[in-house]
């Protein structure tokens, strides 16, 4: 496997609530590997858009990280002090937010709203070159900067707001940038053009991405390493092709089949059965038991313990004891 | 309905004249060149601005059948829906009902059209009172329209219609407020208070867009089981072509772009034989989850990502400015809708566009027998 960008171990992060205490993400191991798109998919509540922002150190009160570690580029990143922090964010890991239509202040031009982003980080750079950068930057993302730059965000449409948004996140060159849903509003025609932009960035600047999504689609076209989080654990993670050909955990196995395709045989598809687990109210052992088909008394008790092959194949499921049962299959 | 069945040597004027004959003779529905076009004010001075959101649609609906609208935001496929269940009245156009204008109908025949298209909404939580129970919502419409009497008869109704649609035990969900149920619960909640009064029609706007992706399936095959069980024609609006296909495998799809519909057919002749430019940049933009067709898809087949704005649409051909095949007769003739293979198709050049696509997938080799 490829040297690691990010590596997070046994991260924890509860959120104290009225109800009881809510574990967002329970004990969560993840790497992000250097000059490769990874996807994080998970449907809503699993846990992917908590884990992304305690990479970014951007975790909304009251959640608080409970326990475990995040390295970015061989650094703590939960002992950075104020000033690292500042340094760390933007220009070390950016974000595009969901719905990043609405992250522009909707009273302020684009090149005003650029111009202070640069300011905030740097005082080096003289007004014209900050906006020469942000021209560059949109002509990139095949906008058109002499229009756009003197735009308010109203005069834009979703996919080219969306677009200036990734423009934003490149300002100050950062080595990952977190691309949190970042086509869910859009109709299918601009995503698969936002797509293409961000492959392209991704290949010239050779820029690691994290693309957290729920849309299996997605993950197929755009990245090369997937994992997989289900109520707050990462279950599986391995290679994009792996993954889809031969899906380990039985969770994302179902989550392939659970996504009608414009190819594969209707009657293949299946939905799965119950629902997600409230956060709140988690059931003991494996947090997929209730809806597991292979689910057997060990499940129940025990949350299984995760098992890495040699190939860069992680799973956690009681299914697989030991790395040489993941080459088996017994998921159908 | 057999229509679409025939097979492909019949020559097409012959096929066309066949589909009509037996289209006519069991219409439930009939839109009869329907537009609807919406005044923008421009400011003090100046005309309003007219947008065409549904522009000259003509289509049947035939009782128990499977209609998926689909197309991208700002197509029109939502305020089709609506003019279905005559939420909106069309400016031009008619809609006909069991032969009937709907405009036109009054007293006993007006309340029987209503309760016979029944709507169901994308945002579960907004469609339900949340003041009121489960029970409380299911039993007003039946007790209202006198399906039954008395709250006895209205309490075993209700229990029956979430047997319908899959909440089990029952029993347990008559007491429980719209904000204690999952969003996958509160659609089949609509799905059955639509099915209470007994309808004709459903017309469903994006029904799963909201739900987990997991559960979106089950909500799926409910409706199709309604669709085969109680004879329920269903209009499914969407702008995922994936789930559309799956609802509306037996069915037939119409592709809308800028309110004007652009390709209609049977569903499986639409999706593995597009003719229409449109439809086939669509159907290359939707993301497949499988890594080696999705990765294998590079190049959108469009000159322009822009959409056109509606109040000025292009002229000639809608699509034209953003089309690969464009030519002058695009950007001066409006092409109409013809039958072209065994669906109709709005485009002059849609044997060549359907033959490039067809060598196009045979190189991906996606191409899979349907």
Known sequence: MMEPLVEVRGLTIEFPMRAGLLRAVNEADFVIPKGQITALVGESG??????????????????????????????????LGKKELQAYKWEQVSMVFQAAQNALNPVARIKDQIIETFRAHSKSYTEKQMVDKARNLLDYVRLDPDRVLNSFPHGLSGGMKQRV??????????????????????????????????????KDMNITMLLLTHDIGVVAKAADRVGVMYAGNVVEAGDVYDMFKRPKHP??????????????????????????????????????????????????????????????HEVACHLYPNPESVAEVRTS | ???????????????????????????????????????????????????????????????????????????????????????????SGKVLYKGQEITKLSGEKANQFR??????????????????????????????????????????????????????????FLDKYPHQLSGGQRQRILMARAVSLNPKIIVADEPVSMIDVSLRISILNLMSELNRKLDIAIIYITHDLATARYIA??????????????????????????????????????????????????ELPLRSLEMPNAAKPPTGCRFHPRCPMATDRCSSEEPQLRLVGSEQTACHYAEEAHELWQRKMADIGAIKSV
């Open chain 2, 249 to 298: 495998g037996r069915g037939r799809m119409a592709v809308m772009y800028l309110g004007r519909v652009m390709e209609l057919g049977g569903v499986n002749d639409v999706l593995s034989h597009p003719k229409h430019p449109y439809l086939q940049a669509l159907l290359s933009a939707v993301p497949t989850p499988d890594p080696e067709i999705a990765k294998a898809i590079t």
């Open chain 2, 115 to 172: 309760g016979d298209v029944q709507l169901v909404q994308q945002d579960s939580y907004a469609a339900l009172n949340p003041m009121r129970t489960i029970y409380q919502s299911l039993s007003a419409p039946i007790l209202q329209r006198k399906i039954v009497r008395g709250r006895k008869a209205a309490r075993a109704r209700v229990i029956e219609l979430l047997q319908t649609v899959g909440l089990t035990p029952p029993e347990r």
């Open chain 1, 165 to 202: 948004m990734i423009a934003f996140s490149l300002l100050l060159d950062p080595q990952l940038v977190i691309l949190d849903e970042p086509t869910t509003a859009l109709d299918v025609i601009t995503q698969a053009y936002i797509f293409d932009i961000l492959k392209k960035i991704h």
């Open chain 2, 1 to 91: 309905m057999n229509a679409r069945n025939i097979e492909f040597e019949v020559e097409p004027r012959q096929r066309l004249r066949e589909a009509v004959r037996t289209e006519s003779s069991e219409v439930l529905m009939r839109l009869d060149s329907v537009s609807m076009y919406f005044e923008r004010n421009q400011g003090m001075f100046g005309p309003p601005q007219k947008v065409g959101a549904v522009v000259d649609v003509s289509l049947d609906i035939h009782p128990g059948e499977i209609i998926a609208l689909v197309g991208e935001s700002g197509c029109g496929k939502t305020t089709l829906g609506s003019i279905i269940t005559g939420l909106q009245k069309p400016t």
């Open chain 1, 46 to 79: 699993s846990g992917k858009s908590t884990m992304a922002s305690a990479i970014m150190r951007a975790i909304s009160v009251p959640g608080r990280v409970a326990g475990g570690s995040i390295t970015f580029d061989g650094r703590d990143v939960m002992s």
């Open chain 1, 251 to 312: 969770y994302t196995a179902k989550l392939m089949k659970a996504v009608p395709s414009l190819y594969e045989d209707v009657s293949e598809r299946k939905g799965i059965p119950g629902s997600p687990p409230d956060l709140l109210n988690m059931p003991p052992g494996c947090p997929f038991h209730p809806r597991c088909e292979y689910a057997h008394a060990k499940c129940k008790e025990q949350n299984p313990i995760k098992v890495y092959t040699p190939a860069g």
